[in-house]
C-alpha cells in the first residue's frame, strides 16, 4: 500500500499543479470555436517540418526552408483549386438546380412505385395548400428564416476570417516548429525525460505515418470515386466521389454517404435500373482497393484500433470539441492508443497489480515501446 500512500501525498503536496491543468483544459474546451484555424495550421506545420529539416541538413537557413515548404504548400493547393473549383463550382450548382426535380421525381415517380402517398404534392396547388394549413405559423416561419441569414451571414464571416489566419498560423508555427519542440522539453522533469523522449518518439512515428498515409488513401479513393462516377455517365459524379473521398477517414462513412448518394442521382438521372449496377461496381471497386492494397500499404495498422473505436472516438470528439474535435480524434486517438500500450506495461509491473498475487501467476515485464510496424491488438 506504499505506492497508494505516496500518491496520496503527492496529491495533498501538488494539488494547485493539478487544479491548474484542470483549468487549462476547462478553458481550452470554451475556446474551441476559436482554434480551427490553430488546429489545422498546427497540423500543416507538423506535417511539413520533417520536410523544412531536411532543406536545413542542406544547407538553408530554417527561413528560406520553410519558405520553400510553404510555397510548395500554397502552390499545390491553388493548383488543385484552378483544376477542381470550376468542375466542383458547375457541379454544385447543378446539384442544387437538381434538387427541385429530385424531389418531384420521388413524390411522383419513386414513393407511389414503393406504395408510399404523403397525401401532398409540391406544385402550386400542394404548395398554396400548405400556406393555408400553416397561415398562423408563417410569422414564426419569417422570424426563424431571418434570425438563420442573420447567422449563416455571420458564420461565413468567421469563417473567411479563418481561412485568411490558416497559412499565417502555419507559417509561424512551421518556422518555430523545432523550438517550441525543445521548450516544451524544458518543461518535463529531468527524472521523466528519458521515458518522455521515448513515448514523444514513438507517438511522432505513428503519428506522422497515420496522418500522411490516411491523406494518401483519402486523395486516392476520391479520385477512384470521381473517375469511376464520370465514366459510367453520372453527371454529378465529381463531386460525389470528392465527398466521398474525404470523408473515407471515418470508416464506411465515405463509402456509405458516396454510395446513397450516387444511386439517387444516377435513378434521378436515368430512370433506369440498370445504371445502378455500375454505381455498385465502382464503390465494391473501391472498397476492395482500399481494403487490399491502399490501407495496408499507406497506413497499415500505425494506430492499432478497431474500426468500431475509431468511429466512437469521432462521435466522441464532434460530441466534446464539435468540428474540431472531429479533425483532432483520429490523431488523438493514436497518440492515446501509443499511450494505453506505455501504461498496460505499467501496469502489468505495478505493486498494484501483483497485490497478493502467487509469484508464479506474476507476470514477466512486458516491453513499454513496441514497434510501429508490429501488428497491435484493438486499443
Known sequence: MDGLDDMDASLRRHWPWYAGALAALVLL????????????GAGIAYLG???ADRLERLGLSRAASVSIVFTVFVFVLLLLLVLLAPMLYAQSVALIHNIPSWIG??????????GIDIGTRLDADGLQQIVSEHWSEAGDIVKSLWLRVSESGKAFVTMAANLLMIPIVSFYL????????????TLIP???LPQASGFAREADEVLGSFIRGQLLVMAALATIYSAGLTLVGLKLGLIIGVIAGLLSFVPYLGFAVGFGAALIAMLVQSH?????????????????LESALLTPILVGDKIGMHPVAVIFAVMAGG??????????A???SAVIAVALRHAKAQWLLSPLYRLGAPAAAQPEAQPAAPAADERQPPA
Open 105 to 114: 421525381w420521388m413524390l411522383d415517380t419513386g414513393l407511389p412505385k414503393l
Open 272 to 288: 433506369e435500373w440498370l445504371p445502378l449496377v455500375w454505381i455498385c461496381l465502382v464503390f465494391g471497386l473501391g472498397q476492395v
Open 190 to 192: 529531468p527524472r521523466l
Open 319 to 328: 460530441q466534446l470539441f464539435g468540428f474540431i474535435g472531429v479533425l483532432v
Open 49 to 51: 517540418d520533417p520536410i
Open 29 to 40: 474546451w470554451f475556446l474551441t470555436p476559436i482554434l480551427a484555424p490553430f488546429v489545422i
Open 174 to 185: 512551421m518556422r518555430d516548429w523545432d523550438r517550441l519542440v525543445a521548450w516544451i522539453g
Open 330 to 332: 483520429l490523431p488523438v
